[in-house]
């Protein structure tokens, strides 16, 4: 079946470092990506998606590109803010499925 | 506009205790879904309902029922709760696909924190 795999947690950086945050899927056909964040106390947001190969999701200076070679959906970010503290959920919807299936979510926490 | 709401925000149950969780939409979704949130484990698919009326099983049903009785509303209910049954519980709705897009964006409830004792 599908699912997918984060990089585990937590991750402690600096303000203004670089983050990445692997993700990496199994699916079959061409599953829809997504990552989602849940800042503290509140429901999870969608942050970027991308729906076929080589598509770069956007958002809020966060990037993902979907590639299909290395099954892979890695957030990034140039320069984190303490704002951006929060957990980050990468999912998948399977072709043709109106269903999410989450990774394990990965704990950001940026020091000022 | 409320968006995805839910009540009660937190609640505290005995073993074999039953209880009802709401969840309202207000955005004319056709798609609601119930998530449980359990540490290290991500967002598993408890039950969802792809119209009013309509539902079906997720990844984790047992020990929960479901019903959609009108299309804004998406009711989760434990019947005799269990301890294993402690955790966040997430309600999201989206719209539904159109023919040749794919997955719509869904839109979370701030969650019910639920602790079976």
């Known amino acids: 079946g599908n699912s997918v795999t984060q990089m585990e947690g937590p991750v402690t950086l600096s303000e203004e470092a670089f983050l990445t945050i692997n993700c990496t899927y199994t699916?079959?056909?061409?599953?829809?990506l997504f990552w989602y964040v849940q800042y503290p106390g509140e429901g999870l947001q969608l942050l970027l998606k991308?729906?076929?190969?080589?598509d770069k999701g956007s958002n809020k200076g966060f990037e993902a590109t979907y590639r299909k070679e290395t099954t892979s959906f890695h957030l990034e970010k140039g320069s984190v803010q303490v704002s951006d503290s929060a957990v980050y959920f990468c999912?998948?919807?399977?072709?043709?499925?109106?269903?999410?299936?989450f990774g394990q979510g990965t704990r950001l926490t940026i020091n000022p | 506009n409320a968006g995805v709401t839910q009540t009660p925000k937190f609640r505290v149950l005995k073993t074999g205790q039953s209880m009802t969780l709401l969840c309202a939409q207000d955005?004319?979704?056709?798609?609601m879904y119930w998530y449980r949130q359990d540490p290290g484990m991500g967002l598993r698919l408890i039950h969802y309902?792809?119209?009013?009326?309509?539902?079906a099983k997720g990844e984790v049903p047992d020990g929960y029922n479901v019903s959609r009785l009108k299309k804004q509303n998406f009711l989760l209910g434990l019947e005799s709760a269990a301890p294993s049954q402690t955790s966040v519980y997430f309600c999201?709705?989206?719209?539904?696909?159109?023919?040749?897009?794919?997955?719509?964006?869904?839109?979370f409830g701030p969650g019910t924190r639920l602790l079976v004792l």
């Open positions: 699916a079959t056909g061409y599953p829809s």
């Open positions: 999912a998948l919807s399977g072709q043709g499925a109106q269903k999410l299936v």
């Open positions: 955005m004319n979704h056709e798609y």
């Open positions: 999201a709705s989206s719209f539904l696909r159109t023919s040749g897009s794919r997955m719509e964006t869904q839109y």
């Open positions: 309902s792809v119209g009013e009326g309509t539902t």
């Open positions: 991308a729906t076929k190969a080589d």
